[in-house]
């Protein structure tokens, strides 16, 4: 449900992000002129990645996918987001803080889900890979063929 509504979120997060940059620009010191659009783009980009990663993963329910969701949130959205809303440098808006403590909410929330998910998702998948294998050999399964008994002729 997170990653649902962290997709309606996110154009407003980037407008809410780039509004609050173009009027805080000029107030700047040079650096962080620099730094803070930088930081912005890095995250636009990834974000979009990321968002698609995990749609992909999660209605095909694709293990490679739904890590590298959770591998670009975990190091990469995590520590801007939290550059973003905890840098004491910068100048810091309300509107800044009110959009990224909203999206911190959802990476942590998507991080914690993800993880299980995660785990679980593999867990299926290495069932039916077996079942599939052992399948294939002919072995039979254990839990629905009794064992062949010989008979003494």
């Not at 993800?114 to 254990?142: W, Y």
Request: proline content about 7%.
């Amino acid at each position: 449900m997170a990653l649902f509504y962290n997709v309606y979120f996110a154009p407003l997060w980037f407008t809410a992000s780039l509004t609050a940059l173009l009027l805080k620009h000029s107030h700047l010191p040079e650096y962080y002129q620099f730094l803070t659009p930088t930081v912005l783009s890095i995250m636009t980009v990834f974000e979009l990645i990321r968002l698609y990663c995990g749609y992909v993963g999660n209605l095909q329910e694709r293990v490679p996918e739904l890590s590298a969701f959770w591998m670009v949130t975990l190091l990469l959205q995590l520590p801007l987001a939290l550059y973003s809303l905890l840098d004491s440098g910068a100048i810091i808006l309300p509107l800044e803080i009110s959009v990224n403590v909203i999206l911190l909410g959802f990476l942590v929330v998507e991080l914690l889900v993800c993880t299980s998910t995660i785990r679980h998702m593999t867990l299926v998948q290495e069932t039916k890979f077996s079942l599939l294998n052992d399948s294939a050999r002919g072995t039979p399964d254990p839990a629905t063929d009794p064992p062949a008994t010989s008979s003494a002729i």
